[in-house]
């Protein structure tokens, strides 16, 4: 993290912050005959710090599909609409290696540009505060990207509705291990594609329930899965349009729709609101107030607007952040229930 100060490991500063090498040890996982790899190299027009700009697509260290390896490598897995894929990133000199593996293998390569940031302009973001100024400075590799797929980050944003961090994380990869599919290619351990929309709507209501997950975020994922076509073309759209097409699903609201956009779209002004920590953490780094809300955080951002989720980044990477207030809230745990 920049700066002095390293931020406490909620969520909302994990987002912010750079994806470091996995040491969580994965069970073992038969990998996939994924054929020749296919590979792309991109040079992009500016600095563009690989972990810091896909670390945000990481959920928690255990996501069985992102991986960071010792060598600087980031793997990841998705399910492109030609079908599963693996891919891995590398940077070598100002120049971006990009392998892929399985049946979404040339999706993946052609959107590489787009993943690491170069439909992002940064040079659109003009520091107000001293702060951002030094961060931005101290950062120029951070880049807003763009993954074109919807239900891979709308999926998880649901499983994080309102439970603590290690909740949200527990049942995404729990969820992920018993009902993906092994990765493509030469995968790291451990590593699985997600599950497909069918297959997330036949997930039975116990498995759920052993997952940690409550009936009402189960719901909202099958509400949402049933529609997984129709969620899937609001990339295309304009991020205010792609936004309101998702909270028409019952149980999706502006938290969960901004935290989608800003991955599939790199929206760089869709600022997540009815966040617990953001606020909080927003209110103290430009205005001394930690118990600012979403209205005074909005205050706030507003010399940024068009940029004001870049902003907000910048506040998460600084590392300045207020002091706990009270003891972690702890895992309610009902899959024992």
């Keep these: 993290m920049a700066g002095r100060f390293s931020p406490r490991p909620t969520r909302t500063t994990v987002r912010g912050g750079d994806a470091v090498p996995s040491r ?37 260290p255990g996501d069985p599909t992102f991986r960071t390896t010792p060598d600087g490598s980031v793997w990841r897995t998705a399910r492109t609409p030609a079908g599963p894929g693996t891919l891995r990133v590398c940077a070598r000199g100002g120049e971006v290696l990009g392998e892929a593996w399985g049946p979404g293998a040339e999706w993946l390569l052609d959107r590489l540009p787009s993943l690491l940031g170069a439909d992002d302009d940064p040079s659109a973001f003009v520091p107000r505060h001293r702060l951002l100024a030094v961060t931005a400075h101290r950062r120029p590799g951070l880049r807003l990207g763009r993954t074109g797929l919807v239900l891979e980050s709308l999926i998880p944003s649901v499983l994080e509705q309102k439970v603590t961090t290690l909740e949200a ?6 969820l992920v291990r018993k009902f993906g599919e092994a990765a493509p290619g030469p995968a790291p351990g451990g590593m699985c594609v997600m599950p497909s929309a069918r297959t997330w709507a036949l ?19 099958l509400r949402a899965v049933r529609v997984a076509a129709r969620l899937e073309e609001a990339v295309s759209m304009a991020p205010v349009a792609a ?22 779209h790199g929206a760089p002004d869709e600022v997540t609101v009815g966040d617990l920590h953001l606020p909080g953490i927003v209110g103290f780094a430009l205005g001394g107030d930690r118990f600012a809300d979403d209205a005074g955080m909005l205050r706030l951002l507003e010399p940024y607007a068009g940029q004001r989720h870049r902003a907000a980044r910048l506040v998460l990477l600084s590392g300045r952040v207020p002091g706990r207030r009270a003891p972690r809230f702890a895992p309610r745990g009902i899959e024992r229930l």
């Design 243 to 264: 936004r309101a097409r998702l909270e028409v699903v019952p149980g999706v609201g502006p938290w969960t729709s901004a935290e989608v956009v800003q991955r599939s």
């Design 169 to 174: 994380y527990r049942a995404w990869r729990v």
């Design 203 to 221: 997930i039975p209501s116990w498995e759920w329930h052993l997952a940690g997950v409550d009936d009402k975020r189960a719901a909202t994922i």
């Design 24 to 60: 969580v040890a994965a069970p073992a996982i038969p990998r996939q005959a994924g054929g020749p790899a296919r590979t792309r190299v991109y040079v992009p027009d500016g600095p563009v710090e690989l972990g810091l700009v896909l670390g945000v697509l990481r959920r928690g």
